[in-house]
């Protein structure tokens, strides 16, 4: 896994969130809100997918058969 890549994508996202924080207390409508919100949502999203191809990858690379756990983390991301 890319921890440099992982870690500069939380720290967007951590902005993305601050920057929902300064639309509420602006009063931003609504749509606006839960547009931003819903971005915040996918780019998490997407941060879990990259952790876990990373994670996939290295269980590859060790030769190691995880294929069990690799499934139960995959449902797991689904579900968020």
Do not use: F, P, Y
């Amino acid at each position: 896994m890319d921890q440099h890549a992982v870690s500069n994508r939380l720290k967007r996202i951590e902005g993305q969130i601050r920057g929902i924080q300064r639309m509420l207390d602006e009063g931003k409508s609504c749509s606006d809100v839960l547009d931003q919100i819903s971005a915040a949502r996918t780019a998490l999203h997407n941060t879990g997918v990259l952790i876990l191809a990373g994670h996939a990858s290295d269980c590859l690379l060790r030769g190691e058969d995880r294929i069990e756990e690799l499934i139960r983390l995959m449902k797991k991301l689904a579900r968020s």
